[in-house]
């Protein structure tokens, strides 16, 4: 059974360790999703990751990790990488580098890759779990492998409902909403593999050279993983660029409209992208639940974090086979 527990509870943070210890799985918040966290040196604790998420083997984890831990214990870092790391963590931006061959990673963390994701969250409760664990956490997106990410706990207890011993930690709504953008290091130019928060300009502007942008690239095949064509998906048909919805559509509405709609979701009224990131996954679960048969989606700007939104929308709606012509 799912056991929730509030970041607040006492001895919230003794319960978690111990079970982390115990190689048991927990939900825990980040800035940008919940993940489902595991013990990333732990074959046998990973491997529940993989069983929870009816995640296929060959899409590897992000490891998180603690400001106090030492990434060369775990992959090789020079100070050209270590620079990049300095400007960018904490926060919502995971880096692809080279992993170290003795290195205590379990292999289904990487899937047998030689490289290795790590991500040093910005979230106080996550950083105090990692402080007090004093390991790498390997945390995917704590969610049936392929369909919405969780933004709240109970996205998560939906999710994942069969779990047998499932602690998830509840505090509150996710501020980003989108899971972090992934920097492959391992090449002079960085390679961005998924959008996230950060455009493609901002990072160039921070990091004072140029990226090269792989993100856009949809691909069946694992080998820039997170990219897979169909993801994110919600159960219901996603229509996207909708400005006149039918009537069976739930319509999540970006921006101020004077249309009537009895059935809508408001992403931003003021037309705030970051605000519309943050409700993205909670309103498709929302609309999941609805009676409505269908989604519809309003055009969401192609930028700033609207190019990740619509990455996401673009993949939610692949499988979509209705056939509706606005
Ligand atoms: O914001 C996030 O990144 C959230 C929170 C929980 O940290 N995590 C998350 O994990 O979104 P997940 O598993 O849903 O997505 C991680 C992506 C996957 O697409 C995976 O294929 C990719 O990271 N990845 C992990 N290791 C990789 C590697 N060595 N090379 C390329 N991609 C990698
Ligand atoms: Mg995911």
């Given amino acids: 059974m799912v056991q929730i527990i509030h970041y ?43 069983i929870a998420k009816q995640r296929p083997a060959i899409n590897p984890l992000i ?12 992959a090789h870092i020079d100070s050209r990488i270590e620079k990049i790391m300095q400007e960018l963590w904490p926060g919502a931006i995971s880096f692809v580098v080279e992993l170290k061959q ?38 995917p997106s704590a969610n049936k492998s392929k369909s919405l990410s969780p933004t709240k706990a109970e996205h998560v207890a939906l ?8 602690l998830v930690v509840d505090a509150g709504q996710c501020p980003i909403g989108i899971e972090s953008t992934i920097l492959d290091l391992r090449e002079q130019v960085p390679v961005i593999l998924r959008c996230g928060q950060y455009t493609l300009e901002q990072l160039e ?8 942008d792989h993100s856009q690239s949809p691909s069946e ?33 970006f921006g101020n409209h004077d249309r009537i709609h009895p059935l ?26 609805t009676k409505a048969p269908y989604i519809a989606v309003a055009p969401i700007p192609q930028e700033g974090v609207g190019i990740a939104i619509n990455d996401r929308l673009c993949r939610a709606a692949h499988k979509t086979v ?5």
């Fill in 205 to 212: 502007q921070k990091l004072h050279m140029r990226l090269a």
């Fill in 264 to 289: 809508e979701l408001k992403l931003s009224p003021k037309g705030d992208l970051d605000e519309a990131a943050k409700n993205l996954f909670d309103f498709l679960w929302q609309a999941d639940q």
């Fill in 102 to 139: 003795d290195s205590p990673i379990a292999p289904s963390v990487t899937a047998g890759l030689n490289s290795v994701a790590f991500r040093m969250p910005d979230h106080a409760f996550f950083q105090s779990v990692l402080k007090e664990f004093g390991k790498p956490l390997a945390a």
């Fill in 8 to 50: 607040h509870d006492r001895d919230a943070i003794k319960t978690i360790v111990s079970a982390l210890n115990q190689h048991r799985l927990v939900a825990l918040p980040t800035e940008t999703v919940y993940g489902l966290a595991a013990d990333a040196t732990s074959e046998c604790a990973v491997n529940k990751i993989f």
């Fill in 63 to 74: 490891c998180h990790i603690h400001p106090d831990f030492d990434l060369t214990d775990y």
């Fill in 221 to 253: 095949k694992i080998i820039a993983p997170g990219q897979l064509l169909l993801h994110y998906a919600p159960q219901k048909p996603l229509r996207l660029n909708v400005k006149e919805p039918q009537q069976d559509e739930i319509w999540l509405s």
């Fill in 322 to 326: 209705k056939a509706k012509i606005e």
């Fill in 159 to 166: 999710s994942l409902a069969h779990e047998e011993e499932l």
